[in-house]
């Protein structure tokens, strides 16, 4: 999943964060 996600990376990264963010 993580190779498939590699091209969105960058942009599934970031929204990753936002929401462990908001979660934190």
Same mark, same amino acid.
């Given at each position: 999943?993580?190779? /498939? +996600?590699? +091209?969105?990376?960058?942009? *599934? =990264?970031?929204?990753?964060? /936002?929401? =462990?963010?908001i979660? *934190?």
């Amino acid at each position: 999943m993580e190779r /498939i +996600c590699e +091209c969105h990376n960058q942009g *599934l =990264q970031y929204a990753e964060f /936002i929401v =462990q963010d908001i979660e *934190l």
